[in-house]
């Protein structure tokens, strides 16, 4: 159906959508305007709105970040775009030390109502360096959101909450999943909030958590599951900063199990901190210990090797049965 | 092997056509004619009693680190010319993106001078009142602020506002990627920016020839296809021709300019540093016969436009209004615990709101 | 007694042998010269050893992590100084792409054999921005090495075998015990392992983590604790990165309770990784769910406040007693 | 209100004076006196048949991108001329830290073909092989690598040796502070570094004039206090005497130089790319008239240096190779398991050696 979208075009319709509604909602980044981004995010938005709301920028990853910060403080509504998740490194020190201080560091009389977008994460044999998935390093800084989308559905809505939020979003964009599924977007303008999980499907025996990309392989997992008469509550945490602990208490408290999934590296993860609030909270309703599904602690494997590292189906499965098995 | 084309003079370093601009020299006397303007003298002496004034709040600063009534404090003294003239130069529409060590500027933009001392106190309230405008706070991650700058001047751009933003940076900032990355947008894209570097010829311990291989840190503007200007830092009257019209050109939309403001830091680099670890009192001592108050007042005394007496009078009345200010920032008490979580997100998340509750029975007020 | 003493010239001394004994040791970063660092952790090495081992460079972090990683593939063993960890973010892209991934991108060809110091941490009343302790952010990063000491013995040993290292070591150095505590050092050229925790008291009734400063708070409740009658086994992780769960396995695994304690934010920290591993490995073993005692979740507060943002002996003793009587 | 400086001139650009080097028009007629080496002829020819084979090698990879044999490739086409130079002109010791588009100047210094196909397949072991000596791999983050070049011709420095590093990137790195923080260090340090810009007019989409508004890129380097200059980037000659004498006046210690090479990406950015969707047609036309292979081609033929039937005997050669380096490549086998983790520290700490058993299992090879 044509008016159905994929992930990619949902992005783009909440820009297109954003922009219409706000002359404030400006685009920068790296081949965003004539070229419509790499991956086609930015799609004729440049010829819609003009050059004085789509900006080429320069090519210089630090800049984009700080000037996003300085055009925020002047009350406009940037949306930067950072190419690939990898060059977001150089971001780093104007995301920790001002975007996500602003606020707090003048008391509210200045704020930044930006939204830095980068798609990220492995799988579609890109180039070294164009798989990374670090949202846990941004996760950790006090001021920021980290915000995923899982879907066409979830990333029209989140987007455009992303967009109207007060504060810096970080809004990473799973490309594994940006043409793997068309949706029908909901109505313009309607939005998601950025402070819940979303439950995919609700079950019984185990909570299973995840995000982004890997939300497809866990859904093939609650189907195999399904299949073997396990049920599986799966739930697509969505907003990983702040947390809504939350939803995934009240689902780990009713079936007493939960398996955590997610693509990066195991260690210091987002994955371990979702799974201490567990533990912590739940200790002695816990049937079984929270497992994690991860990535291994190394460098995404260039790609001839990259299927082996993102955790699949099967890895799922087992977890889950492993964690339905204990004690 | 090649030709050596080197011998020809191939490798020759790039010419250096930077303009320097003086029109005081260190004892006061005019180097060629004066604009009109300080011809006349009263902003002249506008300028004079303001780097006065910034000069004993300063002093008053350092004195209150030594006491123990507040923290590590970068003082200004030496340095005051460039901030008095940005300071009376920019309009209130306009966007100062200051450094560290902007204390004159921050003043006549209307900042109170109880939230620089509450600022420098450890408190961020200090960066919240009213008189910043939409000025930004003092940065501290060196030029940093510069990507600010253009992204303020875009913003402007993109409104249509006839707004100039201005930022300042020392000498070592000028290495930083930020500040050049930033200069090379405000080149592509024309912006309504003004760069101006204090070039205090230290970035604490590191002397300026080690800081840049370049004959002068204006023309980094080049590589931007900025034009670019060394202006004497410590003469009122050529930074006022300097800053004065590259803020005007700006505002028409003529686009950017680097402006380097050579003048010296002549204390430590903090109350924390001990400059005389690294640094040569022969240069300091020379620095002093070169500094922009004893400069300014010379010429104003030999002009007859300022006496002693007014002198008398003026410190009197500025001692007593930086009292005032002592007093107010010595009386602002603590921060509530709303004050640490309340504006880290305009709503408080759920997460925060418990651990707010937290910090709040362990302070022992509910 | 003269020849005892304190954690930063504890690095001092280390620094001088390792270039007294390797004409490889470099030293780099800014006013680490004639100004001897900020904290003088550099002093009098420009004179003993030279400008070319001992370089001021141009102030520009971005820049200094690069040409270390230059330096360090060309065999060279430097060792860079960023001033204090709030300027470290702009280093992030060349430590993740870089410093940590050379060895692994060339299988071995070239490798990284660099430290990169840092003072870390809050507690002494410096500038906005300098009193960050993000230590979690390197942790997640496959490749590094994530070393902090706690005392100065533990700074000399663990400093020179960083050195040693082939591979790169992020050191952060607690500043807020630069001074506290002098110690005799060692037998010069000792070396400390980095792949183990050290337990620093023997205990029965509960495991006490952290590191870095904390050490000290923690330190101080196990005194108090002992007055108490509670027997209390306290952990030195020093190495974060690759982290000995070992070590704090088998305490807790004796104790049956442990307590995390660390300044950084804590969601998404250190504490988390570990408190997740123990729940995992641990769950049927353990009396009492895990507890950190912890940084809040909000940007370390200027001065005037930070102390009650910094973890105090006071809730670490609470923790502990909370921990005890559960269930 | 300031007396308008500007209208007297004081914020004019600053003059460019870099000088642009040529000696082969686009036709390949000379437009000045040719070096000595250059009227012998036979290192040009070795110019030339490195051009051709890096060309043909380039087609073949991305013959094999379209046949889903290889991954997402960015194409040298084009621009063959600064690398062949380099290339040649390097010592072995010397230390090359490219970007990714490099392949003629990677072939010369030694690497194997089938280890750069073995890259772009996707593939850390094609940046392993013995070839590159101890030169860099390439490198995506863009302009990162400038740093490592300052820091390897730093520890040349360091330990006396007569060493020089050269480094390449391209016209949109220039605009990333990382390649100007490297500019400033060599700069003040006066090292051994060579930094070619090789600029093919687009940086992906974005063009050049939407780079960087200064007249030359060259000039970037003043700032920084260092030599700069413009050298047609598809003329052989021009590049051999520009790089060659930089090379050198760096191994004798004279410092660095900023080298912009004018060339054009004839080819898309990458195989991912479709530079259709925004540029001119007609801009493309008129580069393929100016291109580096055939205007020596031109040169060679005119000059009895280079037959048709050399050419034609070349070309099966250059094409055996090729298909050599494709057989190779292709027969590669997967990576062990080993090989992903065994290189993140020299020696493989436990935790990861539990996860390397966990990831064997899954493969189902314990
Ligand atoms: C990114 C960053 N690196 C290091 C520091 C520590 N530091 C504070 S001031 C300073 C020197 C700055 O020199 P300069 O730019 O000349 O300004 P000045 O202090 O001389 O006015 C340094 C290195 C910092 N604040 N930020
Ligand atoms: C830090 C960083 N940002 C963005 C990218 C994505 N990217 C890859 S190539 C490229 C353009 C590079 O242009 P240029 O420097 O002119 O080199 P060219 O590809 O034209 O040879 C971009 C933006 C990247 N690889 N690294
Ligand atoms: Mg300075
Ligand atoms: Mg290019």
Same mark, same amino acid.
């Given at each position: 159906?044509?008016?159905?979208?994929?992930?990619?075009?949902?992005?783009?319709?909440?820009?297109?959508?954003?922009?219409?509604?706000?002359?404030?909602?400006?685009?920068?980044?790296?081949?965003?305007?004539?070229?419509?981004?790499?991956?086609?995010?930015?799609?004729?938005?440049?010829?819609?709105?003009?050059?004085?709301?789509?900006?080429?920028?320069?090519?210089?990853?630090?800049?984009?970040?700080?000037?996003?910060?300085?055009?925020?403080?002047?009350? =406009?509504?940037?949306?930067?775009?950072?190419?690939?998740?990898?060059?977001?490194?150089?971001?780093?020190?104007?995301?920790?030390?001002?975007?996500?201080?602003?606020?707090?560091?003048?008391?509210?009389?200045?704020?930044?109502?930006?939204?830095?977008?980068?798609?990220?994460?492995?799988?579609?044999?890109?180039?070294?360096?164009?798989?990374?998935?670090?949202?846990?390093?941004?996760?950790?800084?006090?001021?920021?959101?980290?915000?995923?989308?899982?879907?066409?559905?979830?990333?029209?809505?989140?987007?455009?909450?992303?967009?109207?939020?007060?504060?810096?979003?970080?809004? *990473?964009?799973?490309?594994?999943?940006?043409?793997?599924?068309?949706?029908?977007?909901?109505?313009?303008?309607?939005? *998601?909030?950025?402070?819940?999980?979303?439950?995919?499907?609700?079950?019984?025996?185990?909570?299973?958590?995840?995000?982004?990309?890997?939300?497809?392989?866990?859904?093939?997992a609650c189907n195999t599951?399904?299949?073997?008469?396990?049920?599986?509550?799966?739930?697509?945490?969505?907003?990983?900063?702040?947390?809504?602990?939350?939803?995934?208490?009240?689902?780990?408290?009713?079936?007493?199990?939960?398996?955590?999934?997610?693509?990066?590296?195991?260690?210091?993860?987002?994955?371990?901190?979702?799974?201490?609030r567990i533990f912590e909270?739940?200790?002695?309703? =816990?049937?079984?210990?929270?497992?994690?599904?991860?990535?291994?602690?190394?460098?995404?494997?260039?790609?001839?090797?990259?299927?082996?590292?993102?955790?699949?189906?099967?890895?799922?499965?087992?977890?889950?049965?492993?964690?339905?098995?204990?004690? | 092997?090649?030709?050596?084309?080197?011998?020809?003079?191939?490798?020759?370093?790039?010419?250096?056509?930077?303009?320097?601009?003086?029109?005081?020299?260190?004892?006061?006397?005019?180097?060629?004619?004066?604009?009109? !303007?300080?011809?006349?003298?009263?902003?002249?002496?506008?300028?004079?009693?303001?780097?006065?004034?910034?000069?004993?709040?300063?002093?008053?600063?350092?004195?209150?680190?030594?006491?123990?009534?507040?923290?590590?404090?970068?003082?200004?003294?030496?340095?005051?010319?460039?901030?008095?003239?940005?300071?009376?130069?920019?309009?209130?529409?306009?966007?100062?993106?200051?450094?560290?060590?902007?204390?004159?500027?921050?003043?006549?933009?209307?900042?109170?001078?109880?939230?620089?001392?509450?600022? !420098?106190?450890?408190?961020?309230?200090?960066?919240?009142?009213?008189?910043?405008?939409?000025?930004?706070?003092?940065?501290?991650?060196?030029?940093?602020?510069?990507?600010?700058?253009?992204?303020?001047?875009?913003?402007?751009?993109?409104?249509?506002?006839?707004?100039?933003?201005?930022?300042?940076?020392?000498?070592?900032?000028?290495?930083?990627?930020?500040?050049?990355?930033?200069?090379?947008?405000?080149?592509?894209?024309?912006?309504?920016?003004?760069?101006?570097?204090?070039?205090?010829?230290?970035?604490?311990?590191?002397?300026?020839?080690?800081?840049?291989?370049?004959?002068?840190?204006?023309?980094?503007?080049?590589?931007?296809? =900025?034009?670019?200007?060394?202006?004497?830092?410590?003469?009122?009257?050529?930074?006022?021709?300097?800053?004065?019209?590259?803020?005007?050109?700006?505002?028409?939309?003529?686009?950017?300019?680097?402006?380097?403001?050579?003048?010296?830091?002549?204390?430590?680099?903090?109350?924390?540093?001990?400059?005389?670890?690294?640094?040569?009192?022969?240069?300091?001592?020379?620095?002093?016969?070169?500094?922009?108050?004893?400069?300014?007042?010379?010429?104003?005394?030999?002009?007859?436009?300022?006496?002693p007496e007014q002198e008398?009078?003026?410190?009197?009345?500025?001692?007593?209004?930086?009292?005032?200010?002592?007093?107010?920032?010595?009386?602002?008490?603590?921060?509530?615990?709303?004050?640490?979580?309340?504006?880290?997100?305009?709503? *408080?998340?759920?997460?925060?709101?418990?651990?707010?509750?937290?910090?709040?029975?362990? *302070?022992?007020?509910?």
């Open positions: 159906m044509s008016d159905k979208k994929t992930l990619v075009e949902a992005v783009n319709t909440a820009l297109d959508h954003a922009m219409a509604d706000d002359k404030d909602v400006v685009l920068l980044g790296e081949d965003i305007g004539a070229n419509g981004g790499v991956f086609r995010a930015t799609q004729d938005l440049k010829s819609k709105y003009g050059l004085k709301r789509v900006m080429d920028t320069p090519l210089a990853e630090t800049l984009i970040a700080g000037m996003t910060v300085g055009m925020a403080a002047q009350g =406009l509504k940037p949306v930067a775009e950072i190419q690939f998740m990898g060059f977001i490194f150089a971001c780093m020190e104007q995301l920790v030390t001002h975007a996500a201080r602003m606020r707090n560091r003048t008391r509210g009389r200045l704020s930044c109502p930006m939204v830095l977008r980068a798609p990220f994460g492995g799988g579609i044999h890109a180039p070294e360096h164009h798989s990374e998935s670090t949202e846990a390093l941004l996760a950790h800084i006090p001021g920021l959101r980290v915000v995923i989308p899982s879907s066409p559905v979830r990333a029209y809505g989140l987007l455009r909450s992303a967009i109207d939020s007060p504060d810096p979003v970080i809004f *990473l964009e799973p490309k594994r999943i940006y043409r793997v599924q068309k949706q029908t977007l909901p109505e313009t303008g309607s939005r *998601l909030p950025l402070d819940t999980c979303f439950t995919l499907r609700e079950g019984s025996d185990v909570t299973l958590v995840t995000w982004g990309a890997c939300v497809r392989e866990c859904q093939e599951l399904a299949e073997q008469g396990v049920s599986v509550e799966l739930i697509d945490v969505a907003t990983i900063k702040p947390l809504d602990m939350e939803t995934i208490l009240a689902s780990t408290r009713k079936t007493g199990r939960c398996v955590i999934v997610h693509e990066a590296a195991r260690s210091f993860g987002v994955g371990a901190e979702i799974a201490a909270d739940l200790f002695f309703e =816990l049937k079984a210990p929270v497992k994690r599904v991860a990535g291994y602690d190394i460098t995404m494997p260039y790609y001839r090797m990259e299927e082996h590292y993102i955790p699949d189906h099967k890895r799922i499965v087992i977890a889950i049965h492993d964690c339905l098995t204990e004690p | 092997m090649p030709t050596t084309l080197d011998g020809g003079g191939l490798f020759r370093v790039h010419e250096s056509d930077i303009p320097f601009v003086c029109y005081l020299d260190a004892n006061g006397q005019p180097t060629q004619p004066l604009p009109g !303007w300080a011809e006349e003298g009263s902003l002249l002496v506008d300028y004079y009693k303001a780097m006065v004034k910034a000069r004993e709040a300063d002093r008053k600063a350092i004195a209150m680190q030594r006491t123990g009534v507040m923290g590590t404090y970068p003082s200004c003294l030496g340095q005051e010319a460039p901030g008095v003239v940005y300071g009376k130069q920019l309009k209130k529409e306009d966007v100062l993106v200051p450094y560290y060590r902007d204390l004159p500027g921050q003043l006549l933009r209307g900042v109170e001078l109880s939230d620089i001392y509450l600022y !420098w106190g450890g408190d961020e309230r200090g960066s919240a009142g009213p008189g910043y405008g939409q000025d930004f706070p003092n940065c501290v991650p060196i030029a940093t602020q510069a990507g600010h700058a253009v992204g303020v001047a875009s913003a402007f751009r993109i409104r249509d506002e006839h707004r100039v933003a201005l930022t300042t940076c020392g000498d070592g900032a000028t290495s930083k990627g930020d500040f050049l990355e930033a200069l090379n947008l405000a080149g592509v894209w024309q912006l309504p920016v003004v760069f101006l570097v204090v070039n205090n010829q230290w970035a604490i311990s590191v002397p300026r020839p080690i800081q840049c291989g370049a004959p002068t840190l204006a023309q980094k503007g080049a590589g931007a296809g =900025l034009p670019c200007v060394q202006v004497d830092g410590n003469d009122v009257i050529a930074l006022h021709e300097v800053i004065g019209s590259a803020i005007e050109r700006a505002r028409q939309g003529k686009g950017s300019v680097v402006i380097e403001a050579i003048t010296y830091r002549l204390g430590d680099h903090t109350t924390a540093d001990d400059a005389t670890r690294y640094r040569d009192s022969e240069e300091v001592r020379k620095a002093w016969s070169e500094e922009p108050v004893k400069r300014l007042q010379t010429y104003l005394h030999n002009r007859g436009l300022w006496s008398q009078a003026y410190l009197e009345q500025v001692k007593l209004e930086i009292q005032q200010a002592v007093e107010i920032y010595q009386k602002t008490p603590l921060p509530q615990v709303d004050d640490l979580f309340d504006y880290h997100y305009k709503d *408080l998340p759920a997460g925060l709101r418990r651990q707010k509750e937290e910090m709040q029975g362990g *302070l022992g007020h509910e």
